[in-house]
Nanobody, 120 residues
Framework: QVQLVESGGGLVQPGGSLRLSCAASGSIFSINPMGWYRQAPGKQRELVATITNGGTTNYADSVKGRFTISRDNAKDTVFLQMNSLKPEDTAVYYC??????????????WGQGTQVTVSS
């Protein structure tokens, strides 16, 4: 079983920045990819960004140029640097990891979510 623990959410004014972190632990052989999703009230969960273990990134159009995803493969940790935040970025942000455990089992794990609120 793989656990994901997120941190870094909070309240920020429009134009501000936040950095989210997510650390994976458990029976992990490889994780590919890791990513962030978000869910705003009354809306479906949507992809924010993903990153492969080789460093290939993918972003939602709405965050391109403002958010940067990165990862530390040695620590099974993924980060999301969020700059120029807008009120429409307000949501619960969820970390996601997909990969294989030591026994070859495939896993898909989600974090508990961290609230990001952008408001003046």
């Amino acid at each position: 079983q793989v656990q994901l623990v997120e941190s870094g959410g909070g309240l920020v004014q429009p134009g501000g920045s936040l950095r989210l972190s997510c650390a994976a632990s458990g029976s992990i052989f490889s994780i590919n990819p890791m990513g962030w999703y978000r869910q705003a009230p009354g809306k479906q969960r949507e992809l924010v960004a993903t990153i492969t273990n080789g460093g290939t990134t993918n972003y939602a159009d709405s965050v391109k140029g403002r958010f940067t995803i990165s990862r530390d493969n040695a620590k099974d940790t993924v980060f999301l640097q969020m700059n120029s935040l807008k009120p429409e970025d307000t949501a619960v942000y969820y970390c996601n990891a997909r990969g294989r455990g030591y026994y070859g089992d495939y896993f898909v794990s989600w974090g508990q979510g961290t609230q990001v609120t952008v408001s003046s």
